[in-house]
């Protein structure tokens, strides 16, 4: 069916899986969506935080007095005070442990020191420059690579065990294996790469209301998470108080991308101030603080290995990374999975060896290390397999394209399974690859950028290939804290047909308020617009661990699939009692039970709710009452895949970079709402060629965070971006209740790779080859100017 043959509601909503306006816009375009820092509260105080402006000191001493005498403050919360109430420190999603404010030391550049509770924020950030602190400065560790030299600080010498900034070794694949695939090559190629530290800078910062009710003594936190209910399990955990007294609400949210999965120490703060004032506490940070303290992405410093035949049949690949998780390790991962799915890097390619080495280290930054914009760490790991290819391609003489078309999976080979242990479901690469080429029109392109750099123009063509692993996660092997990643989903359908779903994923705007209602109808055959969507407040929606990693709708959307089967599969029992007859005898018809042969003999799903709760005679046994609830425990992650091809031009003076056109062909299986997934792959675009283009956290020697506003961490507008060329095949799973392949928060991985690989392709007339190519277009510009870069990322000549 198309989607110009789906059935419509009278309002002209699709009933079922199609093009349908999003319902959330009706407030949204108007101004009327409700966020953190709409909540007032009666009584309501306001907290601020005094942040460090070193990246490593120890903490001689801190004077309150002044700021406690300002007329308008009610407290000042110190790491002193938090360790009289046991709350210094707290649990981070990667079992490791966090400050909440600094008490012996800080560790980065701005981080938590103390919390100021006043009338209002003016009062709250005024009085923040009468917190008198006395800091000892030690040397700080910001270079990855010298995080374990024996002279490096300790910057974890909290911890008794802690003896150097080393956090976690983990490999995968098969060494031996590998070793013997090399042995036998004809071409091996060796590069080193690095995935700078970027950040997912969403709309809204991060922010909080905790209200602790000192009578009842339930807490109750409005909160812009992305995963309402594991941060109330961890705030029980840290508070010591049972979930059943303490609701997270989740209100509309300004973006997430990954940023608003950690819990901050804002957040704790903002409690504990609401318990030493016993009123309730606001906390919303300023842009500056997001960018400097809150969940980053990225930096991982990566070398890859290829090794080929002479015709350039891949044989295997071998990695090393150095991962720099910042000054606590507080990525939310999986737990059997330090470096998230990076052993995905093996990418889309048909090879038989792999092998992987990941090391973890602290330095002196931001912790963090989020899903953004894609899975778990998929990001960097096909990075590192399209950049390798690439360099391959290079050494051999061949033609990306050709290379990656003759290396490509093939549709029989699936289900298959990777040299790292990944079970690929599903695909057909070479369709999307082929289709990709067409698109573009790759032959004369080819021939434009000969014909210009015979002028002397520069002209620059990437391409990129991805698979995704998306679905987070099967219990068998996937768990945070502990807690297993199943979704939780209930629907009842109410006597006058109109239904309400209630999820356990909060939406960051994705449109989940109009995909999961088309979810609904498509089973259901009730129109989108009578399925109200509840989300974001764990007193009123299932246990699920959250939104991130592009999980949503391929685990809480089988789940509300699956739900309203269960409530179908009930209408069936009524429909049957009010024709009398068995059954057996119906057939389902969108929206309607009827009998077999019989189409006029029948009762609509409304007709059928009104019934469920009438006095008519059900089976023994037979509840009434059309409702039901599932729990989704994913048997695998799904497996979207697609062809990226970049074309930029570059100006051999200025080393301006003008992105010309970008054609993306995406396979994610049947679309619930085909222009909420285009509106996915757009912005998973802007965010590749923001990374690839003008995204980095660059610190200077001493650590200090040079990309503390947007006039320093730039972000592309609509002047950097073409107008996208998007395609599509389709390629079910054939395991997965809506037949999906997973389009959740993010649709799109390979852009960033694409785009540099386009800038380094467009240089190739300065002599650089991959051997020594630097490893962005930034770094790519000051070598061109005949500067060099630094390890941390600061310039020099």
């Known amino acids: 069916m198309t989607d110009t043959e789906v059935p419509t509601s009278e309002a002209g909503n699709p009933i079922g899986f199609g093009r349908m306006l999003r319902k959330e816009d009706v407030r949204f375009v108007r101004g009327k969506g409700r966020y953190v820092d709409d909540v007032v509260l009666p009584g309501m105080l306001h907290g601020a935080i005094l942040r460090s402006p070193y990246a490593h000191a120890k903490i001689v001493s801190i004077d309150t007095s002044e700021a406690e005498a300002h007329p308008k403050v009610h407290a000042v919360i110190t790491g002193a005070v938090l360790e009289t109430l046991g709350l210094a420190w707290m649990p981070t999603m990667s079992y490791d442990t966090q400050a909440v404010l600094a008490t012996d030391k800080v560790r980065f550049h701005g981080q938590e020191v103390a919390f100021v509770i006043a ?27 010298h995080a374990l030299d024996d002279d490096a600080p300790v910057i974890r010498d909290d911890k008794d065990d802690q003896t150097n900034n080393h956090i976690f070794d983990w490999e995968a694949g098969d060494a031996a294996a590998t070793d013997a695939a090399f042995a036998a090559a004809d071409v091996v190629v060796k590069q080193d790469m690095l995935y700078p530290r970027s950040h997912p800078a969403p709309m809204e910062t991060c922010g909080t209301v ?16 992305q995963a309402p209910h594991a941060h109330r399990t961890v705030y029980a955990m840290v508070a010591g108080l049972p979930e059943h007294q303490i609701q997270v609400i989740a209100p509309d949210i300004g973006g997430g991308f990954g940023n608003k999965v950690p819990i901050y120490p804002g957040y704790v703060c903002s409690i504990v101030g609401s318990i030493v004032t016993k009123r309730p506490v606001k906390w919303v940070e300023d842009r500056s603080e997001n960018l400097m303290s809150t969940g980053f992405a990225r930096d991982y410093h990566m070398q890859g290995e290829i090794a080929a035949t002479s015709d350039g049949t891949i044989l295997g690949l071998k990695v090393d990374v150095l991962a720099d998780h910042g000054a606590f390790n507080a990525t939310a991962q999986p737990t059997k999975y330090p470096a998230g799915f990076f052993h995905i890097f093996t990418g889309s390619y048909d090879y038989g060896a792999a092998h992987c080495n990941v090391k973890g280290v602290y330095t002196n930054k931001a912790p963090g290390g989020v899903a953004y914009a894609c899975s ?35 549709p029989e080979q699936f289900p298959y399974t990777t040299p790292t242990g990944w079970e690929y479901d599903s695909g057909d690469y070479p369709r ?26 520069l002209m620059g063509i990437g391409i990129s290939f991805f698979t995704e692993g998306v679905g987070a996660g099967p219990r068998k092997q996937m768990d945070i804290l502990g807690l297993g990643m199943a979704d939780g989903c209930e629907l009842r359908v109410h006597p006058t047909g109109k239904a309400q779903i209630r999820l356990s994923v909060q939406s960051q705007g994705q449109g989940h308020e109009t995909t999961f209602a088309q979810i609904v109808s498509h089973e259901l055959g009730i ?40 409530v179908r599969e009930k209408a069936k029992i009524v429909a049957a009692a009010a024709l009398e007859v068995s059954v057996d005898d119906l057939e389902w018809e969108l929206g309607r039970w009827q009998v077999k042969g019989d189409p006029e003999n029948g009762k609509t799903i409304q007709e059928i709710a009104l019934l469920a709760h009438s006095s008519l005679e059900l089976p023994e046994g037979t509840e009434g009452h059309l409702d039901a609830q599932a729990v989704y425990n994913p048997p695998n992650l799904t497996y979207p895949f697609g062809a990226y091809i970049c074309v930029v031009d570059v100006d051999p003076g200025t080393g301006h970079v003008q992105v010309r056109r970008f054609i993306a062909v995406d396979d994610c299986g ?39 506003s947007y006039m320093d961490y730039l972000l592309p507008t609509p002047m950097e971006v073409p107008s996208f060329e998007l395609g ?44 020594d ?3 962005t277009p930034a770094q790519v510009w000051m070598t061109m100017q005949g500067k060099t870069l630094r390890t941390d990322l600061a310039f020099e000549d």
């Open 119 to 145: 009338d209002d924020r003016y009062a709250a950030r005024d009085a923040l420059e009468l917190i008198d602190v006395d800091y000892e400065v030690i040397d700080a560790v910001m270079d990855a690579q």
């Open 210 to 225: 905790a209200d602790m009710d000192p009578l009842s003594g339930k807490l109750t936190l409005y909160s812009n998470t």
């Open 376 to 410: 778990f760490r998929i990001t960097e790991a096909v990075y590192l397999v399209e950049r390798i290819i690439d360099c391959l391609a290079d050494e051999l003489g061949m033609d990306p394209a050709e290379l990656r078309m003759k290396n490509l999976l093939r």
């Open 432 to 457: 999307a690859l082929q289709l990709a080429l067409d698109m573009a029109g790759y032959d004369d392109l080819r021939r434009e950028q000969a014909d210009k750099r015979e002028r002397g123009e």
């Open 527 to 566: 129109p989108p617009e009578d399925v109200q969507v509840i989300n974001g407040d764990t007193d009123n929606t299932p246990f699920g661990l959250g939104t991130y990693g592009s999980r949503s709708t391929p685990v809480s959307g089988a789940a509300a699939a699956v739900v309203a089967q269960r």
């Open 670 to 708: 049947p679309r619930i709402n085909p222009m909420i997934v285009e509106g996915q792959v757009h912005g998973g675009l802007v965010d590749g060629i923001g990374m690839a283009l003008m995204e980095v956290i660059a610190f200077d020697k001493d650590g200090t965070n040079l990309g503390g």
């Open 728 to 771: 599509e095949t389709v390629t079910p799973s054939p395991h997965h209740p809506l037949g999906v392949k997973g389009v959740g928060e993010s649709a799109t991985v390979g852009s960033p790779a694409a785009v540099v690989n386009a800038v380094i392709d467009a240089l190739k007339p300065y002599g650089v080859r991959h051997a």
């Open 773 to 775: 190519m630097p490893l």
